[in-house]
């Protein structure tokens, strides 16, 4: 059996397989069709070919490139987790968060990261992979197949930065874009970087459709590296620069998260820095998300600390929302991906 699955191939690679398989070429729009618009889970699904050519297919190629290796629910019982196994063996989550009016998934764009941001339990993994644009759709068709709503939106809020692995996230991102694809408009998809700022500027230069939120999570450049490394060779004032280049040159809007940290970054004082530093931005949104405890040491302000931040925040002349994260028992929250909780 091949060491790459089916989706990650080429189509030209795709089509010789086929062809030494004596198959014609509609074979590949047949198998596009059960993958990206009937999400089957293997090859066995596809119920229109013949069980001689699946048996070979099966020896060839694995279809996708991940496995789902455990699942769990959480007590809201509608946020699940995923952890899926690459073919080279290291691990991701996906999560998927159905609400009433949307149907989100929040999937990884590397196994591990290298940022160690301090706060944040994937960091404890370090970096193990980038995802290939097809292990990053994967997350997408297998969820689909599970869920019983259409997902309508996707955040690559998961592991990784997705900013480190650029090119395959906007390969990945343009296929869920695309109308052969899976078809999901370009304002339903979410790119989330700690501030890598070489790739906001290629971004911003390529004229992304995509949604850019970029996580702050701090407001002097102390601050912001101590707890963010990042900070050190992507700095504040340069981060707000190529934002606001960002939203004035393409008139879009910019999402910016804000973990909030008690006694790190929750005092009155950073509320009303927020407000200046965002105070120059067209069109700009403030998620602060209050922060989700994981092994460390950081923890969650007390809830009248996380109302006086926000009341301080009241001046503000652009939106501002409180996340509270779904799915935190089941350690699927924002910064609680480390696949710590495996059956
Ligand atoms: N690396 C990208 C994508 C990860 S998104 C990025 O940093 O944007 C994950 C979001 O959750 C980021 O905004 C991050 O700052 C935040 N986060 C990380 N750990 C968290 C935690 N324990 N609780 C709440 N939010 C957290």
């Given at each position: ?7 990650e ?5 795709q ?92 999937i ?15 960091a ?95 407001t ?23 934002s606001r ?19 790190i ?79």
């Amino acid at each position: 059996i091949n060491k790459k699955s089916f989706i990650e191939l080429r189509e030209k690679d795709q089509i010789d397989i086929l062809s030494n398989l004596n198959e014609k070429k509609f074979r590949l729009s047949q198998i596009n069709n059960w993958v990206f618009k009937n999400h089957v889970s293997n090859w066995r699904e596809m119920k229109n070919f013949p069980l001689s050519l699946i048996e070979k297919l099966e020896k060839t190629n694995s279809l996708y490139p991940l496995k789902i290796i455990a699942n769990s629910k959480a007590d809201d019982s509608m946020t699940q987790k995923f952890i899926m196994q690459t073919m080279k063996g290291n691990k991701i989550e996906s999560v998927l968060m159905p609400t009433k009016k949307r149907n989100t998934i929040c999937i990884s764009s590397q196994s591990g990261c290298a940022l160690d941001c301090k706060f944040c339990a994937t960091a404890s993994l370090g970096f193990l992979q980038n995802l290939n644009e097809a292990e990053i759709i994967s997350q997408i068709i297998y969820l689909q197949k599970i869920s019983n709503k259409r997902i309508s939106n996707v955040v690559f809020m998961g592991m990784g930065e997705p900013f480190l692995n650029y090119k395959n996230v906007i390969k990945a991102a343009k296929l869920l874009n695309d109308p052969n694809g899976i078809n999901m408009g370009s304002k339903r998809i979410t790119i989330s970087t700690a501030g890598v700022i070489s790739k906001i500027e290629e971004f911003t230069k390529s004229k992304e459709k995509f949604k850019l939120a970029i996580s702050l999570n701090g407001t002097t450049n102390e601050q912001r590296t101590s707890i963010m490394p990042i900070n050190i060779k992507n700095s504040l004032d340069e981060l707000l620069n190529v934002s606001r280049k960002y939203t004035e040159t393409l008139n879009r809007w910019l999402t910016f998260e804000y973990v909030l940290l008690k006694e790190i970054n929750d005092s009155v004082e950073d509320a009303k820095r927020l407000l200046s530093m965002l105070a120059g931005m067209k069109k700009c949104k403030l998620n602060i998300i209050p922060y989700n405890e994981t092994d460390g040491e950081f923890r969650r302000p007390d809830k009248d600390q996380i109302e006086n931040f926000v009341i301080a925040l009241r001046p503000a002349k652009f939106p501002i929302t409180v996340r509270w994260s779904k799915g935190t028992d089941i350690d699927a929250g924002c910064g609680q991906l480390a696949t710590r909780n495996q059956v």
